[in-house]
C-alpha cells in the first residue's frame, strides 16, 4: 500500500504493545481491515492479532466486504459490531458504511439497533465506536467523506444521556475533540497516515500508531496515542 507493506507495520504495532508494561482487556478496530477483497486477507488478519488472546471487536470501513469481514469476525474471540457490557460501560460497534461508496452513513435500522441497545442496559457509561467520523476534521477531501448524518447520530447519542465517548476510524490522523459532552477521538492508521488539514489527498510521512483508552467506573475517559517511532 503506497509502498508500505501493511501485513509488516501492523506486526510492528502489535510487536511495540506486546514489548511495553501496558495491559489491555480489549481491541477495537475501526475498519478498513483489508483492501484486496479476498477471504484470505481476513484470515491472516485474524492470524496476525490471536496471539493478543482477548475479546477484538470490529466495525467494518468502506474497503471492507461485509459478507467476508462478517464470517471473519463473528467468530471468537472476535465480534462484529457488537455490544459488550465492562463493568460500568456498555460498548457498542455501529456499521456506517454505505455499499460502494467511501462516505458513510448510519442507516435508520442501525439507529434503532443502537437505541434498544442502550435502553436494555443499565450501564452508566456508553462508547460508541464506528468507521466514519460525524464531524468535519478540516481536511476537504476528507471531509467529503465522513459521516453523512453526522449531526443525526451525535443527536441520538446525546438522547441516551449516557454516550461519553465515540472513537472512528477512516481518516489515518489523530483526532481528539468534544461534542455537546461526548468525547469524539480518531486514531490513526496501523499503516500510513494522512496529511491533516490538507485540502488534496496528501500522505503523511509519520509512523504507525495506535491508542490506549482507559475507562473510568466515574465515566472518565483516560487515553494516550502511540506513534511505534517515538
Ligand atoms: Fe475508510
Not at 484486496?36 to 491472516?44: K, L, M, N, P, T
Not at 464470517?71 to 460502494?100: H, M, N, Q, T
Not at 464531524?135 to 441520538?156: F, H
Amino acid at each position: 500500500m503506497r509502498g508500505t507493506i501493511t501485513q509488516d507495520s501492523l506486526q510492528q504495532v502489535l510487536d511495540h504493545y506486546s514489548a511495553g508494561d501496558w495491559n489491555a482487556e480489549r481491541v477495537l478496530i475501526t475498519g478498513d481491515l483489508i483492501q484486496d477483497d479476498s477471504a484470505e486477507a481476513y484470515e491472516r488478519f485474524r492470524e496476525l492479532l490471536l496471539p493478543l488472546n482477548m475479546r477484538m471487536h470490529c466495525v467494518p470501513g468502506n474497503h471492507d466486504v461485509r459478507e467476508l469481514m462478517r464470517a471473519a469476525c463473528v467468530r471468537p474471540p472476535f465480534s462484529y459490531c457488537a455490544k459488550e457490557e465492562i463493568g460500568d460501560w456498555l460498548l457498542v460497534g455501529l456499521d456506517s458504511c454505505i455499499e460502494g461508496e467511501a462516505g458513510g452513513e448510519v442507516a435508520a435500522e442501525e439507529l434503532d439497533r443502537f437505541d434498544e441497545i442502550v435502553a436494555a442496559s443499565d450501564a452508566k457509561h456508553v462508547m460508541v465506536c464506528l468507521h466514519h467520523p460525524p464531524i468535519p476534521l478540516g481536511s476537504t477531501w476528507l471531509d467529503t467523506v465522513k459521516l453523512k448524518n453526522g449531526d443525526e447520530l451525535l443527536q441520538r447519542l446525546q438522547q441516551s444521556g449516557r454516550v461519553r465517548l465515540l472513537i472512528f476510524g477512516h481518516v489515518h490522523q489523530p483526532y481528539d475533540g468534544e461534542h455537546n459532552g461526548i468525547r469524539i477521538i480518531g486514531t490513526p492508521s496501523t499503516c500510513r497516515q494522512f496529511k491533516p488539514g490538507s485540502d488534496d489527498f496528501a500522505v503523511d510521512e509519520r509512523s504507525p500508531a495506535y491508542r490506549r483508552i482507559q475507562l473510568g467506573a466515574d465515566g472518565s475517559i483516560d487515553t494516550q496515542l502511540i506513534w511505534i517511532d517515538a
